[in-house]
Protein backbone atom coordinates (compact mmCIF):
# COMPACT_ATOMS: atom_id res chain seq x y z
CA UNK A 1 0.00 0.00 0.00
CA UNK A 2 1.00 3.65 -1.04
CA UNK A 3 1.49 6.54 1.65
CA UNK A 4 -1.58 9.74 0.71
CA UNK A 5 -0.29 13.13 1.65
CA UNK A 6 -2.27 15.94 1.34
CA UNK A 7 -1.22 19.60 2.59
CA UNK A 8 -2.63 22.94 2.49
CA UNK A 9 -0.60 26.29 3.66
CA UNK A 10 -2.39 28.35 7.03
CA UNK A 11 -1.58 31.82 5.91
CA UNK A 12 -3.11 33.01 9.34
CA UNK A 13 -0.70 31.00 11.22
CA UNK A 14 2.40 30.51 8.93
CA UNK A 15 2.17 26.96 9.06
CA UNK A 16 1.74 23.59 6.60
CA UNK A 17 -0.91 21.18 7.80
CA UNK A 18 0.12 18.12 5.89
CA UNK A 19 -2.03 14.57 6.54
CA UNK A 20 -0.29 11.30 5.95
CA UNK A 21 -2.11 7.95 6.00
CA UNK A 22 -1.30 4.63 4.08
CA UNK A 23 2.23 2.75 4.52
CA UNK A 24 5.79 4.91 3.86
CA UNK A 25 8.33 2.05 3.79
CA UNK A 26 11.99 2.01 2.00
CA UNK A 27 10.32 2.24 -1.55
CA UNK A 28 8.20 5.53 -0.44
CA UNK A 29 10.32 7.43 1.90
CA UNK A 30 12.36 9.34 -0.50
CA UNK A 31 8.67 10.98 -2.49
CA UNK A 32 7.61 11.48 1.17
CA UNK A 33 10.73 13.38 1.96
CA UNK A 34 11.03 14.77 -0.62
CA UNK A 35 7.39 16.37 -0.81
CA UNK A 36 7.35 17.54 2.46
CA UNK A 37 10.63 19.53 1.89
CA UNK A 38 9.12 21.12 -0.86
CA UNK A 39 6.64 22.37 0.98
CA UNK A 40 8.96 24.34 3.57
CA UNK A 41 10.78 25.75 -0.10
CA UNK A 42 7.54 26.73 -1.22
CA UNK A 43 6.78 28.41 2.00
CA UNK A 44 8.56 28.72 5.19
CA UNK A 45 6.68 27.71 8.68
CA UNK A 46 5.98 24.96 10.80
CA UNK A 47 5.31 21.75 9.87
CA UNK A 48 2.22 19.78 11.65
CA UNK A 49 2.10 16.67 10.55
CA UNK A 50 -1.40 14.77 11.26
CA UNK A 51 -0.54 10.80 11.21
CA UNK A 52 -3.89 9.26 12.42
CA UNK A 53 -4.49 7.56 9.07
CA UNK A 54 -0.32 6.40 9.16
CA UNK A 55 -0.41 2.41 9.81
CA UNK A 56 2.93 1.30 9.28
CA UNK A 57 6.30 3.58 8.77
CA UNK A 58 10.12 1.74 8.56
CA UNK A 59 13.49 2.87 9.46
CA UNK A 60 14.07 4.41 6.23
CA UNK A 61 10.89 6.32 6.70
CA UNK A 62 12.38 7.24 9.78
CA UNK A 63 15.47 8.80 8.66
CA UNK A 64 13.77 11.16 5.98
CA UNK A 65 11.24 12.52 8.60
CA UNK A 66 14.95 13.11 10.91
CA UNK A 67 16.06 14.58 7.56
CA UNK A 68 13.12 16.97 7.04
CA UNK A 69 12.89 17.95 10.45
CA UNK A 70 16.39 18.68 10.22
CA UNK A 71 16.06 21.48 7.56
CA UNK A 72 12.70 22.77 8.69
CA UNK A 73 14.56 23.28 12.13
CA UNK A 74 17.58 24.78 10.13
CA UNK A 75 15.36 27.59 9.11
CA UNK A 76 14.09 28.33 12.60
CA UNK A 77 11.15 26.23 12.56
CA UNK A 78 9.29 22.99 14.01
CA UNK A 79 7.90 20.07 12.52
CA UNK A 80 4.92 19.06 14.94
CA UNK A 81 3.37 14.86 14.65
CA UNK A 82 -0.19 14.79 15.62
CA UNK A 83 -2.34 11.91 16.46
CA UNK A 84 0.62 9.20 16.31
CA UNK A 85 -1.34 5.56 16.68
CA UNK A 86 -0.04 3.63 19.56
CA UNK A 87 2.06 1.31 17.85
CA UNK A 88 4.03 3.96 16.28
CA UNK A 89 4.94 6.36 18.75
CA UNK A 90 6.15 2.91 20.00
CA UNK A 91 8.68 2.97 17.98
CA UNK A 92 9.28 6.86 18.62
CA UNK A 93 9.65 6.04 21.85
CA UNK A 94 12.42 3.19 21.51
CA UNK A 95 14.67 5.51 18.68
CA UNK A 96 14.09 8.38 21.33
CA UNK A 97 13.00 10.16 18.65
CA UNK A 98 10.15 11.37 20.85
CA UNK A 99 12.78 13.78 21.84
CA UNK A 100 13.61 15.32 18.70
CA UNK A 101 10.03 16.13 17.09
CA UNK A 102 7.39 17.78 18.53
CA UNK A 103 4.50 14.46 19.33
CA UNK A 104 0.61 15.46 20.19
CA UNK A 105 -2.42 14.14 20.57
CA UNK A 106 -2.47 10.92 22.32
CA UNK A 107 0.59 9.12 21.72
CA UNK A 108 0.37 6.86 25.02
CA UNK A 109 0.81 3.06 24.34
CA UNK A 110 -2.68 1.10 25.22
Known sequence: MNFILESSYDEEHK?????ISGEV???????MKNTLLQ?????????FID???????????LGALVAVNRNVAAAGYSV???N??????????ITNLDHVFILEGDINEK
Open 51 to 61: CRGLEYIDSTA
Open 84 to 93: IRPNLAKLFK
Open 25 to 31: DIFESDA
Open 15 to 19: RWNAV
Open 39 to 47: LVLDKQGDL
Open 80 to 82: HLL
